[in-house]
């Protein structure tokens, strides 16, 4: 990807925005550079950044996944389609989709039924991005200062991980023969590197966060639910009004929608899009908060390691946590910063002029 970004370099080609590579060190050792590195330059960085890609692993099978904000997910999708999964010959949005309706359609009927009980519209099978957990270098850019963030990778065989089989014999053999599904991710990065670095209108889309957001507050209403299966003492049970905090974030979506729809109709009209790119890129950096109880370093509303989880996400980490730790006063608590978060980031929407 840099030798291709840099002969367009070359060839007199500059970007509308910057593109900065970078090679962090001290990853296994906790982030240490890449979090060095936002620390130190954390005003530029929240003035500026419009996004953050991640690299780790990259090729370790030939299964696509994807972590990240969700305000990057169409971007996302249109690369995907853009490119081709050289073992299964078609793109890899088709592979991907057709993997992940292979592995939860299940889940997806399950949830269909739910939303006919409860009056909604169904919804047809369509992939989507995994919440951001930690574990790698993209922590200090989402969950610290709120810049969009995606970690892709294709997996699949990690057996060998950071053990002494891990090398290139490994990798030329049996992982990536011909090293196409290394070329696969290094087009698929470059397109989304490209994209952000060159598109009129920055590619984040909020209504997909609010979106995101409901989402993940029916699915903890139901953990709720199971919580509290078989506790008779009402003060033990977890119990919440999850209303204002789901009018919020339907306004987020909303708000968003809205504006996506101007600025999607304003490219190409000269000096049209500048207020609405300034909005967007305050959007993520809106749901920061004060910090997470016990960990005041993780700022993010929306995405956040569990404390007892390893790697693994819990989104919505104030209610989510306290779910997993059975603590209803957490669980009251945590409300009143998420909707607020949410309300920042609509503010921050309604500001594009």
């Known amino acids: 990807m840099a030798r291709g970004i840099g002969e367009l370099a070359r060839g007199g080609w500059r970007p509308r925005r910057t593109l900065m590579l970078c090679s962090w060190d001290g990853e296994e050792y906790g982030l240490l550079g890449s979090t060095e590195f936002c620390e130190g330059r954390d005003a530029e960085l929240t003035a500026r950044a419009a996004a953050y890609v991640n690299v780790d692993v990259a090729v370790a099978g030939r299964d696509f996944r994807v972590n990240g904000s969700h305000a990057l997910r169409d971007l996302l999708v249109e690369a995907l389609d853009q490119v081709q999964d050289p073992g299964r010959g078609v793109s890899m ?37 995994a919440p951001l957990g930690s574990g790698s270098d993209y922590t200090a850019f989402e969950h610290h200062l709120g810049i969009a963030s995606l970690d892709i990778r294709a997996e699949g065989l990690q057996g060998t991980y950071h053990s002494m089989y891990d090398d290139f014999e490994y990798m030329d053999r049996v992982v990536d023969p011909g090293y196409a599904y290394s070329l696969m ?21 909020y209504s997909n ?51 996506e729809t101007r600025g999607d109709a304003a490219v190409g009209r000269s000096g049209t899009v500048a207020g609405i790119n300034a909005a967007l890129l305050g959007a993520e950096r809106a749901l920061l908060g004060p910090g ?3 960990r005041a370093w993780f700022r993010n509303e929306l995405y956040a390691p569990g404390l007892n989880t390893g790697y693994a996400p819990v989104p919505l980490p104030r209610l989510g946590q306290a779910v997993l730790d059975k603590d209803p006063r957490a669980l009251r ?6 909707e607020e978060a949410l309300a920042r980031a609509t503010a921050a929407l309604e500001k594009a002029r």
């Open 93 to 129: 949005l088709r592979a991907w989709t057709d993997k992940g309706f292979a592995d939860g359609k299940a889940d997806w009927a399950r949830l269909n039924r739910e939303r006919h009980w409860r009056g909604e519209p169904e919804r047809p099978f369509e992939m989507n991005v």
């Open 185 to 205: 991710m290094t087009e698929l990065w470059s397109r989304v590197a490209l994209r952000l670095a060159e598109a009129e209108l920055l590619p984040l889309r």
């Open 209 to 259: 966060t609010g979106q995101f957001v409901l989402d993940e507050l029916q699915s903890i209403e139901e953990h709720i639910d199971d919580a509290n299966a078989g506790v008779t003492v009402d003060s033990l049970k977890l119990v919440a009004d999850f209303g204002p905090v789901k009018a919020q974030a339907t306004r987020l979506r909303d708000v968003a929608r809205s504006l």
């Open 292 to 294: 997470l109880p016990g």
């Open 333 to 338: 608590a945590g409300l009143k910063p998420l």
